[in-house]
Structures are given as structure tokens and as C-alpha cells.
């Protein structure tokens, strides 16, 4: 029968395509032989117009996504439910989006407006704050929401 011989990379054709496999071929064959080898790597580079990114990772394991990566450098939206707590706590009174997202970045938490609706969002489905949709803002589930009564002295 016949035997598939897998092309060497000198035998590719001088083609983009060509170039970018022999290169990831070196790059492999050089990565495979340092002492941190298992590690998944990214990089990105520029030049001449042209943009590449190159991604690493051990052959037995799932290539990664930036989206695997997001919130692992800061800690994420957990971070900042655990802040949007702290400030609403401080506070001991409800306060709305608004004031939370000035107040966090004031105290530079770093946190974006988005960030900060989603963190509520979480917060409010968990039943770890609670909004009452009177305009008053955000507050903690503990908190004796007031309410007229036909009781109250004029």
C-alpha cells in the first residue's frame, strides 16, 4: 500500500501559508525543549501591516480562550460585588447605580459602569442587595424599608 509522507518544511512552497507553518514548526520543535514547556503561552505582534498571534498550550490539555482568561488577572466582577457591598454598607443608606459607580471611582476602585450594573445585577439575583424600584437605590436585604402609615403623626 501506499505510505503518507507528511511534506518536510523546506519542501513548502514559498507561499504565506508555507512561511507561517515552517515558522510555527521551529517554534515548536525550540519550545518543546525548554524547562517550562507545559505552560500555555499568547502573543501578539505587529509589523508591516500585518498582525499575528501566536497561542501555545500542551497538547493534552484545552486551548485556551481569552474568555477562560478574563477576571483571573483582578479577581473580575467578584471584586467588585465585594466592593459595591463595602460602599452600600459604609453608606447605611440605599444608593442608586449612579451614586455607586461615582463612589467607586472615586475611591479608584477601577471599576467600569458595565462592571458595576453587572455586579449589582449578581447581587440583587443572590439576594445579597436587594431594589425596591422606589427610585431609592440599592440597599441590603436587612435594611426596614419605611412606609407610610395612616398611623404617623402629622
Wanted: glycine share 12%.
Amino acid at each position: 500500500m501506499f505510505r503518507v509522507v507528511r511534506p518536510m518544511s523546506s519542501d513548502l512552497p514559498s507561499t504565506p501559508r508555507g512561511v507561517v507553518n515552517r515558522w510555527a514548526e521551529n517554534l515548536l520543535r525550540e519550545l518543546a525543549t525548554h524547562p517550562d514547556a507545559g505552560v500555555a503561552i499568547r502573543s501578539v505582534a505587529t509589523s508591516g501591516g500585518l498582525a499575528c498571534l501566536v497561542l501555545v498550550w500542551p497538547v493534552g490539555e484545552k486551548m485556551p480562550t481569552a474568555r477562560g482568561e478574563q477576571g483571573k488577572k483582578s479577581g473580575g466582577r467578584e471584586r467588585c460585588r465585594a466592593d459595591i457591598l463595602a460602599v452600600i454598607q459604609a453608606a447605611g443608606r440605599p444608593l442608586t447605580r449612579k451614586v455607586v459607580v461615582r463612589t467607586l471611582k472615586a475611591a479608584g476602585a477601577g471599576h467600569g459602569a458595565g462592571t458595576v450594573a453587572k455586579a449589582l445585577a449578581d447581587l440583587t439575583s443572590t439576594g445579597e442587595l436587594v431594589n425596591h424600584r422606589d427610585k431609592k437605590g440599592y440597599r441590603m436585604p436587612g435594611w426596614i424599608r419605611p412606609s407610610p402609615s395612616l398611623f404617623d403623626e402629622l
